[in-house]
């Protein structure tokens, strides 16, 4: 198989393209500046949209200075928490009736006396 490769030329290492006749499309500089004051420029072709944000060095969103147009905020959604996920399968009261259940039956293991139920 080795005596099969092709010598002399490095596949995929340089591109068999000249530049000749290339033209590179024309570039604006942008810049953008973060909450920290870090400043970052960046070049984009003039056909290209122009992000309003860009991931700072530092983590924050920076935004492109100048009269950019300004980010759209992204809705926050409601983060659901145990608590929210039970109350949308049980109401309050059967989770209350679940609650004396279980204590009883804890009570009972214990070897405790039962005891009165609460009426509202």
């Known amino acids: 198989m080795a005596d099969r490769a092709l010598r002399g030329s490095n596949l995929g290492a340089r591109s068999m393209e000249s530049d000749e006749n290339v033209v590179p499309s024309e570039r604006q500089l942008t810049a953008y500046v973060c909450p920290e004051g870090h400043r970052t420029e960046l070049p984009f072709s003039i056909e290209a949209d122009v992000p309003p944000t860009w991931e700072c060095r530092c983590g924050l969103d920076a935004k492109l200075q100048g ?12 983060q659901r928490t145990h608590w929210d ?20 039956l804890l009570r009972e293991s214990r070897g405790e006396k039962p005891r009165r139920r609460k009426t509202a």
């Open 85 to 104: 996920m039970l109350l949308e399968r049980r109401s309050i009261p059967e989770l209350e009736e679940l609650l004396e259940e279980r204590l009883t």
């Open 67 to 78: 009269d950019g147009p300004e980010p759209e905020a992204k809705p926050v959604k409601h």
